[in-house]
């Protein structure tokens, strides 16, 4: 099972500031990664996949990269709607696949 | 507009049997992979089973191999997940979503989620 560890669990940040959140896998998925956002009470909701595609809709403040086992999520300038949990999973080969633990994102 | 309902969530006891059922509308259902995922506030997000769109190729966790069984009707557009011999670890709000093909891959829309209780 590929393992799919986030940094940190929880980070704080000013509104209008910026954030880098991080993924790691226990091997080697290429790009294949997906970002995802939740709030309280809501189902998750996609944010990126192939590391670096922004979902349909979703504002440039947010990007993806890395490849391999290394990826991040970037969010600029944040708002107070980003205040959230952040999820990776990795899609890598066939299933069952894998989510990290999240990232609490919170207003400082 | 893309919509996935869950139902069939409740309260059962331990080594008991519970169906969910998610109905989709606003795409072609037979078009798109579909999966079950579940989540619990200690181990987050968890890959349940899915399905191609074919319909056969069916994928299971370990943790529910041989226990649960994902079926679908194309002709009411519901996925189901029969689930058996459940076990507390079991217990999580349980989330329907489609994937963006026609493979499990990742997941570009949600359903609301349905709560599962396995009482001890």
């Known amino acids: 099972e590929i393992v799919m560890t986030q940094f940190p669990a929880t980070l704080s940040v000013s509104p209008g500031e910026g954030a880098t959140l991080s993924c790691r896998a226990s091997?080697?998925?290429?790009?294949?990664v997906a970002w995802y956002q939740q709030k309280p009470g809501q189902a998750p909701r996609l944010l990126i996949y192939?590391?670096?595609t922004r979902a349909p809709g979703l504002p440039a403040r947010f990007s993806g990269s890395g490849s391999g086992t290394e990826f991040t999520l970037t969010i600029s300038s944040l708002q107070s709607d980003d205040f959230a949990v952040y999820y990776c999973?990795?899609?890598?080969?066939?299933?069952?696949?894998?989510f990290g633990q999240g990232t609490k994102l919170e207003i400082k | 507009e893309v919509r996935l309902v869950e139902s069939g969530g409740g309260l059962v006891h331990r080594g008991g049997s519970l169906r969910l059922s998610c109905t989709a509308s606003?795409?072609?259902?037979?078009?798109?992979?579909l999966a079950w995922v579940r989540q619990t506030p200690g181990k987050g997000l968890e890959f349940v089973a899915g399905?191609?769109?074919?319909?056969?190729?069916?994928f299971y966790a370990e943790s529910v191999k041989g226990r649960f069984t994902l079926s679908r009707d194309t002709s009411t557009n519901t996925l189901y997940l029969q689930m058996g011999s459940l076990r507390t670890e079991d217990m999580a709000v349980y989330y329907c979503?489609?994937?963006?093909?026609?493979?499990?891959?990742?997941?570009?829309?949600w359903g609301q989620g349905t709560l599962v209780i396995v009482s001890s």
């Open positions: 192939g590391a670096s």
């Open positions: 399905m191609n769109s074919n319909g056969r190729t069916t």
């Open positions: 999973q990795q899609y890598h080969n066939l299933p069952p696949y894998t």
């Open positions: 606003g795409f072609s259902f037979s078009s798109y992979a």
């Open positions: 979503a489609r994937d963006r093909g026609r493979a499990v891959t990742f997941f570009d829309y």
């Open positions: 091997q080697s998925i290429t790009t294949n």
